[in-house]
């Protein structure tokens, strides 16, 4: 109950909220004889008065307190800001982790560096000697060109070392190197065999066309560099070799080509696309069908993996049409061994590229570098590729897509020899994904198990 008590002093009372004493209740005090003056408020002794009432009666709340202008100011538009601009710095720090990554695109002047590039390396092919078909009349032997395709240093390159093995001037004519590393990345040169092998690169992001793009100029800047170039085996920095250097050549060069009827899925496999007892369909291409070619293209392209049509519509439901109908779109791995024929028809291609450069919707779902190659290949020319891949990677136990990592501990002689089984007719010549620590045990048994065929 709200009562008004009269101080001794009449010009002053109190409203109390309940029966108590004043002491212990909710107390406002105002004037009864006269209003106060605002002057008088100003002056000590009745400022005093007002606050400590006679009877040490204390007020917890006063209609003449500074309280409500402290409210007012912390309730006014400035103070909002002023919070803003505290934040600021913590959205721009943890922005980055929370918000998805800004998809890398393709600027016009780097496309037409590319175009520039392009056209020089298919115009150099009329008037060159040196393609495939023609070597038969050269004395020169045809050579293998090894594209490192990176965004951090080459850190198995004493491996690489050893693989090619500069010491021997005859097996120095039989390759060349060439490595794209990301400028963003501060990729440094481990001298040696891969001095002065840097090409001009572009910023490269994965899942993205940049990674289509970095491939393309790789292939070309080795189709002009070399005419003897005639094969062209993409690698990325985690790959190793899973043979000698004339183990491999002998493979490309000597072997005669094959593309199996089916294979048996024993090896492991992205979880995703076809499970691992699940024979490969036949191929459509049969080894006695006449006009077969004198060498394979070795890359993976698969049409009957589960996430297909997701992928497909990544960029929008109709979008790859009319140029890529859905029964000719394909899947593969982005690491392969190319002819020089294929080298030529990949950066001489315009029609599918304007398809696969375009952004995703959905990037969860979008690959570009997995789907761009075997799409134009086997479009373009289905007898000319294996349809399966010679690098080993191993999908089982990856991590947001990415592929098995090995460890060092994992390194052995017996791990060498496993991940050298192939369901193909020939062995697999690289493995993929290694750790960067895996260099030391890997050296250890670099002469005796991987070198020695």
Request: with cysteine; charged share 20%.
């Amino acid at each position: 109950m709200i009562q008004t008590v009269k101080s001794k002093n009449d010009n002053v009372e109190y409203l109390s909220t309940n029966k108590a004493s004043p002491t212990h209740s909710q107390i406002y005090y105002k004037s009864v004889s006269s209003p106060i003056h605002s002057s008088s408020l100003l002056h000590p002794n009745h400022h005093h008065h007002l606050l400590n009432p006679p009877g040490n009666i204390l007020s917890t709340s006063s209609p003449y307190s500074d309280s409500d202008s402290v409210s007012d100011m912390f309730n006014a538009p400035f103070v909002l800001l002023f919070a803003l601009l505290l934040t600021l710095p913590l959205i721009i720090l943890f922005a980055p982790h929370i918000l998805p990554p800004k998809r890398l695109t393709i600027s016009i002047s780097d496309e037409s560096d590319d175009l520039a590039l392009f056209r020089r390396a298919v115009s150099s092919t009329r008037h060159r000697p040196g393609s495939v078909q023609r070597l038969g009349s050269t004395n020169a032997k045809p050579k293998i060109a090894f594209l490192f395709l990176t965004n951090t240093d080459l850190h198995f390159a004493p491996i690489w070392q050893l693989f090619f093995n500069p010491a021997k001037s005859s097996r120095r004519k039989l390759y060349n190197i060439y490595v794209h590393a990301d400028p963003d990345s501060d990729v440094k040169s481990p001298g040696g065999v891969f001095e002065n092998r840097f090409i001009p690169a572009k910023k490269t992001q994965r899942s993205s066309p940049t990674l289509i793009s970095a491939a393309r100029r790789l292939l070309a800047t080795a189709v002009l560099d070399d005419p003897l170039n005639s094969y062209f085996a993409l690698v990325s920095q985690n790959c190793i070799p899973l043979h000698s250097f004339s183990y491999v050549y002998n493979t490309l060069f000597q072997s005669q080509p094959s593309k199996p009827s089916r294979l048996s899925f024993t090896e492991p496999r992205r979880p995703s696309r076809l499970s691992l007892t699940e024979p490969r369909r036949p191929s459509r291409h049969s080894d006695t069908k006449p006009n077969r070619p004198s060498r394979l293209s070795y890359i993976e392209v698969l049409s009957e993996e589960p996430q297909l049509w997701d992928r497909y519509i990544a960029r929008g439901k109709n979008v790859m049409l009319p140029e890529i109908p859905f029964d000719k779109f394909r899947i593969g791995s982005q690491f392969y061994i190319l002819t020089r024929t294929h080298a030529l028809t990949v950066i001489n291609d315009r029609k599918l590229w304007k398809k696969f450069r375009l952004p995703c919707l959905n990037v969860d779902s979008c690959y570009p570098e997995e789907h761009y190659f075997p799409t134009l290949l086997s479009m373009e020319d289905p007898k000319g590729v294996s349809e399966y891949t010679l690098t080993n990677v191993n999908w089982t136990g990856s991590v947001d897509g990415h592929p098995y990592m090995y460890s060092p501990a994992e390194v052995s002689p017996e791990l060498i020899r496993r991940l050298r089984v192939s369901n193909s007719s020939f062995s697999y010549l690289f493995g993929r994904k290694f750790s960067p620590e895996c260099v030391v045990p890997l050296m250890k048994i670099a002469e005796k198990v991987i070198f020695r065929d």
